[in-house]
T-cell receptor
Framework: NAGVTQTPKFRVLKTGQSMTLLCAQD?????MYWYRQDPGMGLRLIHYSVGEGTTAKGEVPDGYNVSRLKKQNFLLGLESAAPSQTSVYFC???????????????FGQGTRLTVV | AQSVTQLDSHVSVSEGTPVLLRCNYSSSYSPSLFWYVQHPNKGLQLLLKYTSAATLVKGINGFEAEFKKSETSFHLTKPSAHMSDAAEYFC????????????FGKGTMLLVSP
């Protein structure tokens, strides 16, 4: 199994450009997440989804949009990139456990985005 | 609401000596707790998890952690460090309630010297 696959792995954008990051999982997980990782900040949740057709805001959603049209895919969009969005982005997915709680999350390998 | 505090941003040990990485959490509900490891320029790998079963949890590569409800702690330990353990470690909390998310600590960098 491929697990969680992110594309692209690296990208350089100019300020104001737009792009979409794709996350695909083949484990039939209900929950999917987008995090960003910055030095000394750990991973911060951008947006998440608890099922096909649903999305919700996380801790740092401004400047990003998401869509989950299919259960296996979760897209993260940047409409007008800013240098503050330079970061490493991780997608993750997890099962919905008992009472709707989380099981452990499985992570993709990350996308390193630089906005100049 | 939930939060995680990793008490040390960096921990330095010598190879063969014990490792202790400290984590305190807060959660409005009974939590699930996880430790993840990230080697340089790599993704995140699950080390171990606590999900309300045994309070002493054993993980991969000789790591273990103990859930202490009275202290709201979930510290990670290993009896003897190996050079390959050098990495960043993240403590993660998720409350056992509907549609909960995973909240990460800021990470602890483990440095292992020969």
């Amino acid at each position: 199994n491929a697990g969680v696959t992110q594309t692209p792995k690296f990208r350089v954008l100019k300020t104001g450009q737009s792009m979409t990051l794709l996350c695909a999982q083949d484990m039939n997980h209900e929950y999917m997440y987008w995090y960003r990782q910055d030095p000394g900040m750990g991973l911060r949740l951008i947006h998440y989804s608890v099922g096909e057709g649903t999305t919700a805001k996380g801790e740092v959603p401004d400047g990003y949009n998401v869509s989950r049209l299919k259960k296996q895919n979760f897209l993260l969009g940047l409409e007008s990139a800013a240098p503050s969005q330079t970061s490493v982005y991780f997608c993750a997915s997890s099962y919905r456990g008992p009472l709707g709680s989380n099981t452990e999350a499985f992570f993709g390998q990350g996308t390193r985005l630089t906005v100049v | 609401a939930q939060s995680v505090t990793q008490l040390d941003s960096h921990v330095s040990v010598s190879e063969g000596t014990p490792v202790l990485l400290r984590c305190n959490y807060s959660s409005s509900y009974s939590p699930s707790l996880f430790w993840y490891v990230q080697h340089p320029n790599k993704g995140l790998q699950l080390l171990l998890k606590y999900t309300s079963a045994a309070t002493l949890v054993k993980g991969i590569n000789g790591f273990e952690a103990e859930f202490k409800k009275s202290e709201t702690s979930f510290h990670l330990t290993k009896p003897s460090a190996h050079m390959s353990d050098a990495a960043e470690y993240f403590c993660v909390v998720s409350p056992n309630s509907g549609y909960s998310t995973l909240t990460f600590g800021k990470g602890t960098m483990l440095l292992v010297s020969p």
